[in-house]
């Protein structure tokens, strides 16, 4: 009997376990290869993959496909999600639609009376590059706007500095 699978990693340089997930799975005239150790190759172009409790994630060109296979065969979703941004009364903003575990960069509005400080999801605020797992409204964070005019800070120049309430300069 079978104890344990395992398959070599190029990028290690040894034996891995496997993860029970190998093979080459065809879908029409595409072709999708699964390592046993988390690279895929999808019709030449090489990533890598996730097994996940119902299907399995492949990340490929920049794109996130959700894989289930069956038998030789396979198929393959790619889920989009739905940003929706919440500017509050300073700024309207469009909903976007995105591939899902991708990260994408998030508009970062302005106006004359407040400073946007980034945005926020559920009080917590989330980096620039957002990674959406499932479509989500993104609450604007704003500080009024302080401006600070410094004479004479660059040869006689005037210096104008834009600040959010609270900021440290």
Do not use: H
């Not at 794109?63 to 009364?89: C, H, Q, R």
């Not at 990260?103 to 946007?116: G, N």
Request: net charge negative.
């Amino acid at each position: 009997s079978l104890i344990a699978g395992f398959t070599y990693d190029a990028t290690e340089g040894k034996l891995v376990a496997s993860d029970g997930v190998e093979g080459i799975f065809a879908n029409g005239t595409d072709s999708l290869y699964l390592s046993g150790n988390g690279v895929a190759e999808l019709n030449g172009n090489v990533g890598t993959y996730v097994v996940n409790q119902s299907n399995i994630g492949v990340y490929v060109n920049g794109e996130y496909l959700e894989v289930t296979v069956d038998g030789a065969n396979y198929t393959a979703v790619k889920p989009m999600v739905t940003i929706s941004f919440d500017g509050g009364e300073y700024a309207t903003i469009a909903a976007i639609e995105v591939n899902k575990n991708i990260a994408v960069t998030l508009p970062a509005p302005e106006t004359e009376q407040y400073t946007f400080k980034g945005w926020s999801v559920n009080g917590e605020v989330v980096e620039q590059n957002y990674v959406p797992t499932e479509s989500v409204t993104l609450v604007a964070v704003w500080k009024a706007k302080v401006v600070i005019t410094i004479n004479g800070a660059l040869e006689g120049d005037a210096t104008t500095l834009y600040l959010g309430e609270g900021d440290v300069i």
